[in-house]
């Protein structure tokens, strides 16, 4: 079975810019999650969806936002980017997203100029 | 506030011990434990799990143990081997929030 797949998996943008992250879930699974890792801080929980339906979300600024297709693929998307976005940004999914083990991606290394 | 915390952030054995890296949590909604395991530039890769019904969890090498009442988990590598150096982050789901929360990781090195 396949993995998690995210792509880019490497960023370059400039500050004020916007850019789109791509996730593809494991086939199967309906619950996909965002997080953010920054150096020296754990994973920061930004977004879960499940069936097109955001069902929680993490403590970011509205630039964050996100979506998700029929198909359980999603994308978030970051506008007016700033300095401090500069991250990985890994995309996890789970079956249903209750009590369910969830599986990551490689993550898209986003570096903001 | 920080509900799941890993407050070793590194750890050094040498191989062939055992590897004891521990966390500890603060909301008692969580009902669900997770172990990772992340290597440089890579998404984490998960190891093992336990629901709060148990209080053991044995997969191989690695067995998870839960102490409830003192809201700590604690994940035991045995033997530890020089592949396990990692950055290992335990996280936790409480029921119907559809969220993990992550602690900070430690850093192991397994010395050979």
């Known amino acids: 079975k396949a993995g998690v797949t995210q792509t880019p998996r490497y960023l370059i943008k400039t500050r004020g810019q916007q850019v789109t992250l791509s996730c593809s879930p494991i086939?199967?699974?309906?619950?996909v999650s965002w997080y953010q890792q920054t150096p020296g801080q754990g994973l920061q929980f930004l977004f879960e969806?499940?069936?097109?339906?955001?069902?929680n979300k993490g403590n970011f600024p509205g630039r964050f936002s996100g979506r998700q297709f029929s198909n359980s693929r999603s994308e978030m998307n970051v506008s007016t980017l700033e300095l401090g976005d500069s991250a990985l940004y890994l995309c996890?999914?789970?079956?249903?997203?209750?009590?369910?083990?969830?599986?990551f991606g490689p993550g898209t290394r986003l570096t903001v100029l | 506030d920080q509900q799941v915390k890993q407050n070793s952030p590194s750890l050094s054995v040498q191989e062939g011990r055992i590897s004891i890296l521990n966390c500890d949590y603060t909301?008692?909604?969580?009902?669900?434990f997770l172990w990772y395991k992340k290597y440089p530039a890579e998404g984490p890769t998960f190891l093992i799990s336990?629901?709060?019904?148990?209080d053991k969890n044995e997969d191989g090498r690695f067995t998870v143990f839960l102490n409830k009442s003192a809201k700590h988990l604690s994940l035991h590598i045995v033997p530890s081997q020089p592949g396990d150096s990692a950055v290992y982050f335990c996280?936790?789901?409480?029921?119907?929030?559809?969220?993990?929360?992550f602690g900070t990781g430690t850093r192991l090195k397994v010395l050979a």
């Open positions: 336990i629901s709060s019904i148990k």
């Open positions: 909301n008692s909604m969580f009902d669900y």
């Open positions: 969806y499940f069936s097109e339906t955001q069902r």
């Open positions: 996890a999914s789970s079956r249903d997203g209750i009590t369910d083990t969830q599986y």
């Open positions: 086939s199967g699974h309906r619950s």
């Open positions: 996280a936790a789901s409480a029921g119907g929030t559809y969220k993990y929360i």
